[in-house]
């Protein structure tokens, strides 16, 4: 029944590695989102999609990459990971970009580096 | 410097009582805003979300105010339980085509029995 699910919720990893963490919605939403939110709370966004294509990249370093294999799904792959990347993610996916569009957040990954 | 602040960062009250969060924003030009629920461990729920038209906009026992001439919101939580224990974000979009919200830091409340 999870609208916006992400996996996995905790992951912990060290400096240098390579990781993914995945999301879906099947809120049948055509546009999705990745959100980091740091050690202040403050929730940011990375990227956006619309139907597979990336709408928003908010000069976020090239380390990371988010793929959408379709519109249902919006994964985010991190590249050589460093200590300053331990954060809260969040997917969020939305009935188009409309002004008063409703955003539905996934459950967030709790990401550590070592 | 933010664009979304928030007051006050956390406060503690008791079960039954009511209080008052504050959002001041200068995103110009204004979308709207949003308030959200974040429970701990969990993403953000939404509550409200007012143009710059609406006073005023209720959702059970949470009630939000905006003042779009001098950029100022509030959410009432009106008798509250214990699960109103969370994090609320006052959330701002400005005009464009881009859908990029802007975030405030939060206010924690904690709701003790």
């Known amino acids: 029944d999870t609208a916006v699910s992400q996996t996995p919720k905790y992951l912990v990893t060290q400096m240098g590695n390579d990781k993914s963490i995945k999301c879906e919605q099947n809120?049948?939403?055509?546009?999705m989102y990745w959100y980091k939110q740091d050690s202040k709370k403050f929730l940011k966004i990375m990227f956006s999609y619309n139907n597979k294509e990336l709408i928003i990249n908010e000069t976020v370093p090239n380390r990371f990459s988010p793929k959408s294999p379709d519109k249902a799904h919006l994964n985010l792959h991190i590249n050589s990971l460093e200590l300053g990347d331990s954060a809260v993610y969040f997917c969020a996916s939305s009935l188009g970009q409309g002004a008063y569009t409703e955003a539905f957040f996934g459950q967030g990954t709790r990401l550590t580096v070592v | 410097k933010n664009q979304v602040e928030q007051s006050p960062q956390s406060l503690i009250i008791l079960e039954g009582k009511n209080c008052t969060l504050q959002c001041n924003y200068t995103v110009s030009p204004f979308s709207n805003l949003r308030w959200y629920k974040q429970d701990t461990g969990r993403g953000p729920v939404s509550l409200t979300i007012m143009t710059f038209s609406e006073n005023t906009k209720s959702n059970g026992r949470y009630t939000a105010t905006l003042d779009a001439d001098t950029k100022q919101s509030s959410l009432h939580i009106t008798a509250s339980q214990l699960s109103d224990s969370a994090s609320y974000i006052c959330v701002v979009l400005g005009e464009s085509n881009d859908y990029k919200l802007s975030f405030g830091a939060g206010t924690t409340v904690t709701v003790r029995a």
């Open positions: 809120l049948g939403h055509d546009t």
